[in-house]
């Protein structure tokens, strides 16, 4: 691994780009300026501030809700091929500015530049994903079996939304969420991160370009999450809540949600298991554990949290990996060949040391990485540990950052049951040559989500979601506009 280090000041482009983003809340179409004391956005490369924002109060989210209550009648009203088609110019609209928004994810968050342009293009295909949407929302009708009348099924929107979005991909998880409740005809109020809202809020204006009318986006960034969403979530007003986050986070939004007996759709924590046979195709594995693990520099819920690799070829497994790992570089994600930037904040830094620790106390090895570099910003080794030992808190948290922990296994039987050993059930990925193995993996590992042979499966028209405490609902393909329609049955008598 090597690492470059400018740490530089914000060139003009990027500082002439942060100028350009809107630093007020956006409530009925008119933005704001918000109450002291503003929200400070870092760098997370350098750890400077890099812009200051508005930060909404519980008042302000109320007010939110009041434009959202307001604006919902109409938007439902409005013609499905009209949603669509805002949708679709949002999609336009974001391609021509892509060079933008990935310079300020990367500000924002610090993927590297070549990850936050294939954000752009992952965020976005939502909106087009669900223009396309918009206008095949269906329903059934049919003769009741007695024969005395007609049963007709039709899908309504729900009616306003809260959407709460993660700092990790700051576009892609809006848009997943945004476009099918537009898409649908819901209203929303969105809460973007504390630490990343900046992305929001330039969205909103492209989403206010692309025709979107006065208080059916709303936006407000916050500095105090729990205080602006609980009068919002006690609304009755408000009729669905979105959230992805943490599992810890995800409950508590649920108990909240439960007094009013809202839609809840919940993306939260995953502890991905990655597993190798003999008989894979070890090139590919490899390939795949790159790209599973250190992509969104391990911060993503789908990242492959424990390797699982038959003890016939965890060896020659962990070399290739730590040679791929060692070509690594690290830096500034605006800087040429920059492969892994930092990490969002200081505490994340300190849970990787927390988690190698731990793991190297019970008996793993560290075969590369394993320290944060003396630098200014949030870095982390991208580190590969062998022989992590069952118990250890690696295999248990969820890791959200670059470190690829490997352990094996002997028996296929032992695989299964060891990729289940979590709480969580997002995704697994498993890596065969054996198609009838990989389709009993598939059938045996408990999650919303597999890859057999592939460390990616994000994709906006598949559904995205997880079972046990990874979350409840699926967002994106054919099902992730249902989370926004609710079912009205009507009964006609012959
Ligand atoms: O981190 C959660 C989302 C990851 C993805 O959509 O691939």
């Known amino acids: 691994m090597t690492a470059i280090d400018t740490a530089p000041e914000l060139t003009t482009r990027e500082s002439e780009l942060l100028a350009r983003i809107p630093d007020g809340l956006f409530i009925g179409g008119a933005w704001e300026a918000g109450s002291a004391p503003q929200i400070e956005v870092q760098d997370p490369a350098t750890g400077r501030v890099i812009k200051r924002i508005a930060n909404a109060t519980p008042e302000d989210g109320v ?5 959202a209550a307001a604006a919902a009648d109409a938007w439902a009203a ?7 088609e805002i ?9 021509e500015r892509r060079e933008d928004f990935a310079l300020l994810m990367t500000l924002e968050m610090g993927k590297p530049l070549a990850e936050a342009g294939g ?9 087009r994903w669900f223009s396309e949407e918009a206008v095949r929302i269906s329903g059934r009708f049919g003769q009741n079996p007695e024969g005395t009348g007609t049963m007709v099924v039709s899908q309504r929107p729900v009616g306003p939304c809260y959407l709460i979005t993660p700092w990790n991909f700051p576009l892609a998880m809006a848009t997943r969420k945004i476009a099918p409740a537009l898409a649908a005809g819901c209203t929303v109020v969105v809460k973007p991160a504390e630490l990343t809202p900046l992305t929001t809020l330039f969205f ?12 059916v986006v709303n936006v407000v960034p916050t500095s105090n999450a729990r205080a602006l969403s609980e009068p919002i979530i006690a609304d009755p007003r408000l009729r669905k809540l979105s959230f992805t986050g943490s599992t810890p986070v995800g409950r508590s939004l649920l108990a909240q949600a439960g007094q009013n007996v809202l839609r809840t759709s919940m993306e939260l924590g995953g502890n991905a298991p990655f597993v190798v046979f003999e008989d894979a195709d070890l090139d590919k594995a490899v390939e795949g554990a790159m790209l599973a ?6 911060q993503a819920c ?10 016939s070829v965890a060896d020659e497994f962990a070399r290739r990996i730590a040679e791929r790992v060692e070509a690594l570089q690290l830096g500034r994600g605006t800087d040429d060949g920059v492969t892994i930037g930092p990490l969002i904040d200081d505490r994340a830094v300190a849970s990787m040391g927390a988690l190698i620790a731990d793991a190297v106390e019970r008996g793993a090895r560290v075969l590369t990485g394993g320290s944060a570099p003396e630098r200014d910003g949030f870095f982390f080794e991208p580190t590969v540990l062998v022989d992590v030992q069952p118990g250890s808190d690696i295999l248990r948290e969820e890791i959200f950052g670059p470190v690829l922990a490997i352990g094996t296994f002997s028996t296929e039987e032992e695989a299964v049951a060891r990729a289940n050993e979590t709480e969580y059930g997002l995704v697994g990925y498993v890596f065969t040559q054996d198609l009838a193995r990989g389709q009993r993996m598939i059938d045996g590992i408990d999650t919303g989500m597999m890859g057999l042979n592939t460390g990616l499966v994000s994709n906006a028209a598949a559904p995205f979601g997880g079972v046990k405490q990874s979350g409840l609902g699926r967002e994106g393909g054919l099902e992730g506009i249902h989370e926004y329609l609710s079912t009205k049955y009507t009964l006609i008598p012959a």
């Open 302 to 311: 789908t990242a492959a949290n424990r390797f699982l690799v038959h003890e």
């Open 204 to 215: 909103a204006q492209l989403l206010e370009d692309a025709g979107v009318p006065a208080g």
């Open 78 to 84: 409005t013609a499905p091929r009209v949603r669509a």
């Open 63 to 67: 007010r939110a809700l009041d434009a």
């Open 293 to 298: 693990k250190f992509r969104n520099i391990g």
């Open 119 to 127: 954000e752009v293009t992952y965020g976005g295909e939502f909106l």
């Open 87 to 95: 949708l679709r110019k949002a999609w336009e609209l974001l391609q």
